[in-house]
């Protein structure tokens, strides 16, 4: 072959490398949009039971403009969504009664019918005293839903203020009000710090307890060392890529493609040696939740968080979503209305106390806000953040009393409990742009406030 041939040649070749690359990263891309949107458009109608129209209208903004590509098809009676581009990239979820939404699969698990407790429709200990609308907290709350810069939208959608045991200011966004059960993405992980609790106070387990997963028996996986404690630090050493900003991430992947996301989160490899590094991931999380499955038996563990903890709290509307293999996806999907978001803030608050009953070990809240082990920053406890992210932190630096932590989802959620002050405050919004919303700001002006509720 002629040189001048043989270039034309690699010269082809390597187009045709780059287009298919190229096409074939477009693919994973729709692929994953659609995903998205049959996940949030199934949830957000058949869990927390809001119109068709406005969720779909929330689904293209921002930068997910791009989604009004993917057209979708709801319907109600199956209780399905499915979505594609012009056919392509077609995804399919379904709700379960009790379960949830999940990507549909030939392993969906049946969800057996679930008790809730029929007395939960009070709120003790939550008595309203909403702030008059003259007061200047009020003008606090109110700012939180102000748009300084209509590029990069806050979009909050709920505040709740709990203050002295009082709801003392409350605000919804249009269409949300205090019954609409929203969606607390990694708040959910703290949630199962709590449930973790539980079951070490009960007995069922110890932070020392071994994940002994079956993919993991060879003898020189070392992988069968990670333990609970590695877990709800976020120590466990494996490989998982969580950025969110990035459609084809570990986590994007995993909780919008997976119908078994445990089996995912386990064939992940070892990087470093269990509790020599903090790493943030969802997997963790995954991972801690099969492993109460497997401890606890599939009986058990269906109707575990309403047992021990939903019902026990008072929160109707509360649910944590499953795969389609029947495991709770406890880092990331878990709805409940802003109050019931509060109601959970108040438990830790109150060191686990609720209604006089002691729900964790008595050390619980001390080791959950213990900064994680290689945890530099100290920004991280045990599924837990005891700082904000920079993402959500405002550019003049506000500081917070010391004791202040925090539960923390994507999209800007969020719960502040601040002991000093015996304060759960609670935002949650749709925020896509990081920046756009300054909580660490939000907290500080609300305590500023708070002299004239004492």
Not at 121 to 133: F, R, T, V, W, Y
Not at 248 to 259: H, K
Not at 352 to 369: A, H, K, N, V
Request: glycine content about 6%; proline content about 4%; hydrophobic content about 40%.
């Amino acid at each position: 072959m002629r040189p001048t041939k043989y270039k034309k040649y690699m010269a082809g070749f390597l187009l045709i490398l780059v287009v298919g690359a190229a096409l074939m990263h477009g693919a994973q891309l729709l692929s994953m949009g659609s995903a998205y949107k049959s996940k949030m458009l199934c949830s957000e109608i058949f869990v927390a039971g809001r119109e068709q129209g406005a969720v779909l209208d929330e689904l293209i903004i921002d930068d997910l403009s791009a989604l009004k590509s993917i057209s979708s098809t709801v319907d109600s009676e199956t209780k399905t969504v499915t979505s594609s581009f012009y056919g392509f990239a077609k995804s399919k979820v379904q709700y379960r009664e009790n379960g949830g939404c999940a990507v549909m699969s030939d392993i969906a698990y049946a969800i057996p019918p679930l008790v809730k407790n029929s007395n939960i429709n009070s709120i003790p200990g939550l008595e309203e005293q909403i702030a008059s609308e003259k007061s200047r907290l009020s003008e606090v709350v109110s700012n939180a839903f102000y748009e300084p810069d209509p590029e990069h939208p806050r979009r909050t959608r709920a505040v709740v203020i709990v203050h002295n045991g009082k709801i003392i200011a409350e605000r919804y966004s249009s269409g949300i009000d205090k019954y609409t059960p929203l969606l607390g993405w990694s708040m959910t992980k703290s949630v199962m710090n709590a449930l973790v609790g539980v079951l070490v106070k009960d007995g069922y387990l110890s932070l020392d307890s071994f994940i002994d997963q079956r993919s993991w028996s060879r003898p020189n996986d070392l992988r069968k060392n990670i333990t609970v404690r590695h877990l709800l630090n976020m120590t466990s050493g494996l490989e998982f890529n969580e950025k969110m900003s990035d459609p084809l991430a570990d986590v994007s992947r995993m909780i919008l493609q997976e119908d078994n996301m445990a089996a995912f989160a386990a064939n992940m490899p070892l990087e470093v040696e269990p509790g020599s590094r903090w790493q943030y991931s969802s997997g963790n999380t995954i991972l801690l939740s099969d492993y109460i499955r497997r401890v606890l038996g599939d009986n058990e563990y269906f109707n575990f968080p309403n047992n021990v903890l939903f019902d026990r709290l008072h929160l109707k509307h509360a649910m944590i979503e499953m795969d389609a293999s029947g495991t709770f996806v406890g880092s990331s999907f878990m709805y409940a209305t802003a109050r019931e978001w509060a109601r959970f803030g108040v438990l830790y608050l109150q060191s686990g106390i609720w209604e006089g009953e002691q729900l964790f070990p008595d050390d619980w809240l001390q080791y959950t806000l213990k900064p994680a082990p290689t945890n530099i920053e100290e920004s991280y406890g045990a599924h837990f953040w005891l700082d904000i992210p920079e993402a959500y932190r405002g550019s003049e630096e506000s500081i917070l009393p010391k004791n202040t932590f925090h539960a923390i989802g994507h999209e800007g959620q969020f719960i502040t409990v601040v002991p000093s002050h015996n304060v759960v405050i609670v935002r949650l919004g749709k925020t896509r742009y990081s920046g756009a919303w300054e909580h660490d700001v939000f907290v500080s002006n609300v305590l500023d406030e708070l002299t004239e509720y004492n």
